[in-house]
Nanobody, 118 residues
Framework: QVQLVESGGGLVQAGGSLRLSCAAS????????MGWYRQAPGKQRELVAA???????NYVDSVKGRFTISRDNAKNTVTLQMNSLKSEDTAVYYC????????????WGQGTQVTVSS
């Protein structure tokens, strides 16, 4: 059974920082593509940051230079360090674990709320 458990969300003032963590069980974060998505009220879920099995990272333009995704293979966790937070970063953040080559699969965490007050 695969489980992804996010933690670290909360309320922060604009300009502040938060660190989200995703603890995986049942699959290895080092052998799968990991990502952080977010969904704000009334908006579609969007990819915020991702890290591939090879360690390549990519970010949505709106968070480049402010957010950093990293992976701890020993702890089987993925983190998202969020700095210089803005009110538009307010959303529920979800961790994902995916494999695109056959047989493909993807798993999601339950989400953690991030609220940035201006």
């Amino acid at each position: 059974q695969v489980q992804l458990v996010e933690s670290g969300g909360g309320l922060v003032q604009a300009g502040g920082s938060l660190r989200l963590s995703c603890a995986a069980s049942g699959r290895s974060v080092s052998m799968n593509d990991m990502g952080w998505y977010r969904q704000a009220p009334g908006k579609q879920r969007e990819l915020v940051a991702a890290i591939t099995t090879g360690g390549r990272t990519n970010y949505v333009d709106s968070v480049k230079g402010r957010f950093t995704i990293s992976r701890d293979n020993a702890k089987n966790t993925v983190t998202l360090q969020m700095n210089s937070l803005k009110s538009e970063d307010t959303a529920v953040y979800y961790c994902s674990l995916k494999r695109i080559w056959p047989p493909p699969y993807d798993y999601w965490g339950q989400g953690t709320q991030v609220t940035v007050s201006s």
